[in-house]
T-cell receptor, first 114, second 113 residues
């Protein structure tokens, strides 16, 4: 069963901000929200993760809703190199729980127009 | 350099001929996992391992075997490959803590004729 729901595709213009949404209405208290992206012909790569608070790193920002049932990955200025498939997944922080079984789904394919 | 290494990068084989795809990580990670990626179906987990000698089924384990005899290695074994196992395979590793990200290998493109 998919634990997260993402739009199949999104479009953005170069140098504009992009907000990629993810719904995870059945999130548990120990689930971390992780984002990965997969560039064409490459393996997925880690982008960012969070538990309750908003997070920033050099690649992106993660905004987490107060009830944690949704989150948004924010790319502040999209570049052509950001065109990729973005995956939002939940990872249980409680050892021995469902920590090992990770469900990626189909992700959101982001297209960036020059 | 921290990395997950998969071999081979490309493999063409015939139905029924046993094969092994290797995966090795140099980060002392407890957790390792295998995924397959097919057009329109996204990434689906095959098997995972929480530590040495501990393995468990993911969402699509049929037709695959794994072993975890050493911490760094997690080979994927196809005892009798079939054409429906033609796919792009990824290995990943991480620490067990939920607050740490996965590292992925570069992938193995397998074609079963």
């Amino acid at each position: 069963d998919a634990k997260t729901t993402q739009p199949n595709s999104m479009e953005s213009n170069e140098e504009e901000p992009v907000h990629l949404p993810c719904n995870h209405s059945t999130i548990s208290g120990t689930d971390y929200i992780h984002w990965y992206r997969q560039l064409p012909s490459q393996g997925p790569e880690y982008v960012i993760h969070g538990l309750t608070s908003n997070v920033n790193n050099r690649m992106a920002s993660l905004a987490i809703a107060e009830d944690r049932k949704s989150s948004t990955l924010i790319l502040h200025r999209a570049t052509l190199r950001d065109a990729a498939v973005y995956y939002c997944i939940l990872r249980d922080g409680h050892y021995g729980g469902s920590q090992g079984n990770l469900i990626f789904g189909k992700g959101t394919k982001l297209s960036v127009k020059p | 350099e921290a990395q997950v290494t998969q071999n081979p990068r490309y493999l063409i084989t015939v139905t029924g001929k046993k094969l092994t795809v290797t995966c090795s990580q140099n980060m002392n990670h407890e957790y390792m996992s295998w995924y397959r990626q097919d057009p329109g179906l996204g990434l689906r987990q095959i098997y995972y391992s929480m530590n040495v000698e501990v393995t468990d089924k993911g969402d699509v384990p049929e037709g695959y075997k794994v072993s975890r005899k050493e911490k760094r290695n997690f080979p994927l074994i196809l005892e009798s490959p079939s054409p429906n196992q033609t796919s792009l395979y990824f290995c990943a590793s991480s620490t067990l803590a939920g607050g740490y990200g996965l590292f992925f290998g570069s992938g193995t493109q397998l074609s079963v004729l």
